[in-house]
């Protein structure tokens, strides 16, 4: 017989009892008990990202304000 087939059979068979034994190692029942962790945390404010937008309208510069963190705009356009 051929040294290949040899070590290929070798092969299937190790493979084939490994898979024998990885139901029985994964049916074992772990039992984890829980754990009462109190953890204080402080509520802290965050900076609030904001664009300005530029625009002239009738020859006038305005300016409006968008919200990045909120999505929606914070004022209206305002005339500089």
Same mark, same amino acid.
């Given at each position: 017989?051929?040294?290949?087939?040899?070590?290929?059979?070798?092969?299937?068979?190790?493979?084939?009892?490994?898979?024998?034994?990885?139901?029985?190692?994964?049916?074992?029942?772990?039992?984890?008990?829980?754990?009462?962790?109190?953890?204080?945390?402080?509520?802290?404010?965050?900076?609030?990202?904001?664009?300005?937008? $530029?625009?002239?309208?009738?020859? #006038?510069? #305005?300016?409006?304000? $968008?919200?990045?963190?909120?999505?929606? $705009?914070?004022?209206?356009?305002?005339?500089?």
């Amino acid at each position: 017989m051929n040294v290949k087939k040899i070590f290929v059979a070798f092969l299937l068979i190790s493979m084939m009892m490994l898979s024998f034994a990885v139901p029985v190692m994964a049916a074992e029942a772990i039992v984890v008990e829980p754990v009462n962790i109190e953890i204080e945390q402080e509520v802290t404010p965050r900076t609030e990202m904001t664009q300005i937008f $530029w625009r002239t309208y009738d020859g #006038q510069l #305005q300016m409006r304000v $968008w919200s990045i963190t909120n999505g929606r $705009w914070l004022t209206d356009w305002m005339d500089l």
